[in-house]
C-alpha cells in the first residue's frame, strides 16, 4: 500500500505537456480574440456611424417610396451642446414637416464629410440635407450637380448614395463615382 501511494504522489508532481499546450492554446485564442475588443471603443464608434447611415438612409428611400405625396428629406447634422451626430427623416406634404424618425448616434471622434460632387463638412454649423422624390431617387436640395452619385467619409470608411437612392459601403471613393 505504501509503495502505490508513493508512485501516485510521484505522479502528480507536474503538468503533462498535453496540459499545458492545451492552456497555452486557449489563453491565446482569448488574447486574440477578445482582448482586443476590451481595448477601446473608437473603431466601434466609427463602424456604427457608418452602419447608422446607411441604414437611415435606407429608410428615407422606402419612405419616399411608400409616400408618394410627400417629399421626403434626410438632414446630416451635429448637435451644437453635446457633439453627437443628429440624422431626421422628414416627410412634407405640403402643410409642413413631420419627423418620421430621429437618430442621434455618439460622435466620439469620428468625422463625417460629404467628398463629392462637392465638399461639405458636416459639424454643428452646417447640415446637409438630402431628398427623395416618390421614386425613391436623390433630389439633393442643397447639393449642385447631382448628376453623379454621392460619396461620403465617415471617420475613414466611404459611403455611397447612388442617384436611384440606394446606400451602400465602398472601399474607396472612386468606387463611389464609378459605379
Not at 503538468?15 to 481595448?39: M, N, Y
Amino acid at each position: 500500500m505504501l509503495m502505490l501511494y508513493q508512485r501516485m504522489t510521484n505522479r502528480s508532481q507536474g503538468f503533462t505537456l498535453v496540459e499545458l499546450i492545451s492552456v497555452l492554446l486557449v489563453l491565446s485564442i482569448v488574447a486574440v480574440v477578445v482582448l482586443p475588443r476590451f481595448t477601446g471603443t473608437q473603431s466601434f464608434q466609427n463602424r456604427q456611424l457608418l452602419d447608422q447611415l446607411i441604414a437611415i438612409t435606407r429608410f428615407s428611400q422606402q419612405s419616399a417610396l411608400s409616400r408618394y405625396n410627400h417629399q421626403i428629406t434626410l438632414n446630416l447634422s451635429q448637435q451644437a451642446v453635446s457633439g453627437d451626430w443628429l440624422f431626421r427623416v422628414l416627410a412634407n406634404d405640403g402643410s409642413g414637416d413631420i419627423e418620421l424618425k430621429r437618430l442621434i448616434t455618439e460622435r466620439g471622434s469620428g468625422t463625417l464629410s460629404l467628398l463629392s460632387p462637392q465638399t461639405v463638412t458636416i459639424n454643428a454649423l452646417t447640415t446637409l440635407s438630402i431628398g427623395f422624390d416618390n421614386l425613391g431617387n436623390i433630389t439633393a436640395p442643397q447639393i449642385s450637380g447631382t448628376n453623379s452619385n454621392l460619396s461620403f467619409n465617415a471617420s475613414g470608411r466611404f459611403f455611397c448614395i447612388s442617384l436611384a437612392g440606394y446606400a451602400y459601403e465602398a472601399a474607396s471613393q472612386a468606387d463611389c463615382e464609378n459605379n
